[in-house]
């Protein structure tokens, strides 16, 4: 079970509890009762973030390992049940929203098309 302090207990003790943080365990910190941070050390988190990736180059990965276009999948079977059928939605200026199924990209975009 994690040690837990109040931010302001934690703020009048913060060398003590981060030395608690450095060779212990996590320290809880809370505010009017409830969790909201945990302080931890640098070597505990240095572990708990080896190996992880951003999603950028979570993204290119997928790419890499699965090509999109051979997998055949359809938007709008995919999206049948979530996306607005109702005719396109005018807004500011000389600009019309389309929907997906108007749009012919190798990935799912919006599509902005200016009107004539």
């Given at each position: 079970m994690l040690k837990s302090y109040s931010i302001a207990e934690a703020k009048n003790r913060l060398p003590e509890i981060v030395h608690q943080a450095e060779h212990e365990s996590p320290i809880q910190l809370t505010r009017?009762?409830?969790?909201?941070?945990?302080?931890?050390?640098?070597?505990?988190y240095e572990r708990l973030q080896k190996g992880k990736i951003n999603f950028w180059e979570a993204y290119l990965a997928f790419r890499e390992r699965y090509q999109l276009a051979e997998l055949d999948l359809d938007p709008d079977v995919i999206f049948a049940d979530i996306r607005d059928r109702s005719a396109p939605t005018e807004h500011a200026g000389d600009t019309k929203l389309l929907t997906l199924a108007n749009c012919v990209h190798t990935s799912a975009q919006l599509c902005l098309i200016k009107k004539v």
């Open positions: 009017r009762g409830k969790p909201v941070a945990v302080l931890l050390s640098q070597g505990e």
